[in-house]
């Protein structure tokens, strides 16, 4: 079993930063793909970011030039930069990474969400 603990979030002023920790905890073999998204009330969950074992990233349209996706694949974390948020960024916040087994399997597995919260 592996868990994804997320850290950070909280309130922020319209124009303000935040930064969203997630690390993966358990025994597997790698990681492939890790990601955020995030579920504003009353819509339906959106992908904000994700990055390939590579580096490769890809945003939402929403987020891109505001939002930076990292991770660190010694550590098994993923961080979420983001940068001049809007009220629309108002949401939950979910960490999300597939995870490799050995003989090529696979599961993918979701953090517990945190809230972030974009006003004065």
């Known amino acids: 079993q592996v868990q994804l603990v997320e850290s950070g979030g909280g309130l922020v002023q319209p124009g303000g930063s935040l930064r969203l920790s997630c690390a993966a905890d358990?025994?597997?073999?790698?990681?492939?793909?890790m990601g955020w998204s995030r579920q504003a009330p009353g819509k339906q969950r959106e992908l904000v970011a994700s990055?390939?074992?590579?580096?490769?990233?890809n945003y939402a349209d929403s987020v891109k030039g505001r939002f930076t996706i990292s991770r660190d694949n010694a550590k098994n974390t993923v961080t979420l930069q983001m940068n001049s948020l809007k009220s629309e960024d108002t949401a939950v916040y979910y960490c999300?990474?597939?995870?490799?087994?050995?003989?090529?399997?696979?599961?993918?597995?979701w953090g517990q969400g945190t809230q972030v919260t974009v006003g004065s």
């Open positions: 999300n990474a597939v995870v490799q087994y050995p003989l090529g399997r696979h599961n993918g597995y």
């Open positions: 990055t390939t074992a590579g580096g490769s990233t």
């Open positions: 358990g025994r597997f073999f790698g990681i492939y793909d």
